[in-house]
């Protein structure tokens, strides 16, 4: 069964850094997402790309955030200066009829 | 507004006793609901959808738009159902670019 990959699974970085979260979502899916999960909160929707570019996005999703699809294959989600409330995990899904969805890279912000 | 309400954080039952996971929602239009799974932290699994009407893992759940509810239900508990549950909403048909909203979560624990 096709999967939604997400690396790395888990990254550690210091406060104000960059970070990459990548996705390989499944291939002849054409809706991507990004979602994330604060521990112990509900997982909450952050944007959906589709047709390269954002369709929808929510409030979280501020200036910090950015998506980008650079190849025909990968699916990136850029936190330019991280906070320690980014921590968190973040699911990456795409969807034709039915949503699919990654393992999640759990972010920590030190 | 759009929400999704599971009442309950934690559910712990019994083997082989009956389960049903709450599940309420608010949305103006027709919505599409879903439950996931996640199984010991790992990915969201789709357990159902009501527009497929099916059971799985002897699972069922019906959508009642009176109640505005969407409850999860099994008549026997299994061990191996220990998991976090999730109800969702849709807001476009059949999942085309449709945002997912999602609930608190309800842990099921199913004792021996």
């Known amino acids: 069964e096709p999967e939604v990959t997400q690396t790395p699974s888990h990254q550690v970085t210091q406060m104000g850094q960059e970070v990459i979260l990548r996705c390989v979502p499944i291939?002849?899916?054409?809706?991507f997402y990004w979602y994330r999960q604060i521990l112990g909160q509900k997982v909450e929707f952050l944007v959906s790309f589709y047709n390269n570019e954002i369709s929808e996005k929510s409030e979280i999703f501020d200036d910090q955030f950015s998506v980008e699809r650079p190849d025909g294959s990968n699916f990136t989600l850029k936190i330019r200066s991280t906070k320690l409330e980014d921590s968190a995990m973040y699911f990456c899904?795409?969807?034709?009829?039915?949503?699919?969805f990654g393992s999640g890279t759990r972010l920590t912000v030190v | 507004a759009q929400r999704v309400t599971q009442p309950e954080k934690l559910l712990s039952v019994f083997k082989g006793a009956p389960v049903e996971l709450k599940c309420n929602y608010s949305y103006s239009g027709s919505p599409e609901l879903f439950w996931y799974v996640q199984y010991s932290r790992q990915r969201l699994q789709l357990l159902l959808r009501h527009i497929s009407r099916e059971s799985i893992k002897g699972f069922t759940a019906d959508l009642n738009k009176g109640e505005t509810s969407f409850h999860l239900k099994k008549p026997f508990a299994q061990e191996e159902d220990s998991a976090m549950y999730y109800c969702a909403l849709s807001t476009l048909r059949g999942n085309q670019g449709g945002k997912l909203i999602f609930g608190q979560g309800t842990e099921l624990s199913v004792k021996p």
């Open positions: 291939s002849n899916h054409l809706y």
């Open positions: 899904a795409s969807s034709d009829s039915g949503y699919t």
